[in-house]
């Protein structure tokens, strides 16, 4: 007995052993746009990732400061810090997941789209460097306006001839992240075990929560679920109004990005079933890209998955928010193709 049960725990070392080198293969992440309000704790995340080996951190100004502090960090990718468009190439070189939160939040009074006319520039300029230097890349995209901001990386892509559909997302983590919570608190049930599908785009009404598949079940009475559609799609304004000019949200973002890169790096590093909502290239509309739930593979999105029985307040929000996402998908397009 003794003999054999020392057999077992050699075998289970092993094992183990072959597990982590297995399963903790050397992934670069390159957070663009890494000393500002989402960037910095997102910097923290994911330097606690223990998938991510190696972390570089850019942003035009603050960067040094942001990776010498994160650096300190007993954990295991080793952390770089680059300043300034002379040093996009490095950051980005060999990158698995390139995260970009770079560019302007809005102010209370503000819509996404009126960030267009700067973060355009910006989404533009860094994709064009992504092609350049790491086009294998996965792209997670959290700049708003994300409906018009992922078009235009997709057309900068295009030009370039690296264009991989599988791997272009828009972040809409957040709003999952905000249906969990305000379901949780109505369902009274437990957050950590509650699931809410949130599909369409990333802007007002084009989020598009659906709680008619929400689980735990709760069967709320339809002016409950009206009101937790509303929250959920003005969630971004009630932290811009709360902050007061102060930006938007940055650390509940920083949580749902570091969620969102995790499932994209078990993806790519082979975990079976790990299935998201992001904001992809798809077929589930008759628009070009469109959110829903996506299953993430060795090389991206492996699937992107149907929208699933809807109620009839669903049917009429997916109606309701084509016209608006169709909109800013194009705006995204004609700008990256001008000039
Ligand atoms: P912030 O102003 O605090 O930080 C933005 C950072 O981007 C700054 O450090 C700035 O120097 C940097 N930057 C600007 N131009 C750059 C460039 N060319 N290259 C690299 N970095 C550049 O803003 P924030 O609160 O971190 O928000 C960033 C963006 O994320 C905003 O557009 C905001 O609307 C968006 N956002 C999206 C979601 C989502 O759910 N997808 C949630 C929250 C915020
Ligand atoms: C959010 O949903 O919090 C972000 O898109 C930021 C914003 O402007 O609302």
Redesign the pocket.
């Known amino acids: 007995l003794h003999v054999s049960s020392k057999c077992i725990s050699d075998h289970h070392l092993l094992l183990r052993r072959g597990f982590a080198s297995e399963a903790s293969p050397d992934r670069k992440v390159t957070v ?2 890494a ?5 910095q704790p997102l910097a923290l995340l994911m330097k606690l990732n223990p998938l991510v080996s190696r972390l570089a951190l ?5 960067t040094p400061g942001v990776a010498a502090d994160v650096s300190h960090i007993n954990t295991r990718s080793q952390v770089a810090g680059y300043v300034g468009e002379e040093q996009l190439g490095q950051a980005l070189e060999g990158s698995d997941v390139v995260i970009i ?6 102010k209370p009074g503000m819509t ?1 789209d009126d ?1 267009f006319n700067i ?1 355009a520039g ?1 989404v533009k ?2 994709s064009a460097a992504i092609a350049k230097y790491c086009p294998n890349a996965l792209v997670n995209m ?3 306006p ?1 409906n018009s901001t992922v078009p235009i990386a997709a057309e900068v892509f295009k030009k370039a001839g690296t264009y991989d559909e599988k791997k272009l997302f828009g ?2 983590t ?1 709003d999952v992240v905000r249906a969990k919570t305000f379901y949780a608190g109505k369902a009274k049930a437990p957050v950590a075990e509650v699931n809410v599908p949130v599909v369409g785009g ?1 802007a007002g009404i084009t989020i598009l929560p659906l709680f008619s598949q929400a689980t735990p079940k709760a069967n709320l009475p339809e002016d409950e679920i009206k009101a937790l559609t509303k929250r959920t799609q003005d969630g ?1 304004t009630e932290v811009v109004e709360a902050k007061a000019g102060k ?4 650390l509940s ?1 920083a949580y ?1 990005g570091a969620i969102f890169a995790d499932a994209c790096l078990k993806g790519l590093n082979g975990v079976p079933d790990v299935i998201e909502c992001s904001f992809v290239q798809s077929n589930v509309t008759d628009l070009p890209f469109f959110a829903s739930k996506v299953r993430l593979g060795k090389n991206g999105v492996e699937e992107v998955l149907g929208l699933g029985p809807l109620s009839e307040y669903e049917k009429q929000g997916l109606e309701s928010l084509l016209p608006e996402l169709k909109a800013s998908i194009e705006k995204g397009i004609k700008f990256a193709n001008q000039s």
């Open positions: 663009l746009g000393a500002g309000g989402i960037g850019y942003d035009i100004a603050g939160p770079a560019g302007v939040p809005r996404r960030l973060n910006i300029s860094l959290i700049s708003n994300v972040v809409t957040l990333h971004g930006g938007s949200a940055t973002m749902a």
